[in-house]
């Protein structure tokens, strides 16, 4: 069984998110999706739990997808879940240069982790999580950006 991680903050999770995890689980027989523990980030928008729950809401319809979080190296995380490949979502050009950088410190950590780049569809290429946190703290819409449990789940949290 082929098994790939799909790391990240997901602070929270955005329908770019979701459109390279479907593609995702279309080559996959199991895809994890990460949520990296930052210890140097005392506070997140969301706490880790509010972002697995959400994630896990939000993903239901994935039999192969798993939702968990992790802390430490992504390698090690990888290798403890059996998993050869890391995926990540490139929105535009301007992410390459950085994702590039971490995908070769992860292969100089373990030559048998392998990372894919996954581009989202065109219509989800402005979506960021930094923009979505932004909007939300001003009162803008997000309906657009992210899954319909986390708009709720925003909508009504208090900032």
Known sequence: MKTAIYPGSFDPIT???LDVLKTSSEIFDKVIIAVAVNPDKTTGFLTIDE?????KESVKEFKN?????FEGLTVEYAKKKNAKVLIRGLRAVSDFEFEMQL???NSSLDENIKTIFLTTRPKYNFISSSA???????????????????YDYL???KI
């Open 15 to 17: 329908n770019g998110h």
């Open 51 to 55: 972002r697995v729950n959400l994630i």
């Open 65 to 69: 997808v798993e939702v968990d979080s």
């Open 103 to 105: 995908s070769q410190t």
């Open 132 to 150: 979505v946190k932004e909007v939300v703290s001003l009162g803008g819409d997000v309906s657009k950006f992210v899954p319909k449990n986390v």
């Open 155 to 157: 909508k009504n949290r």
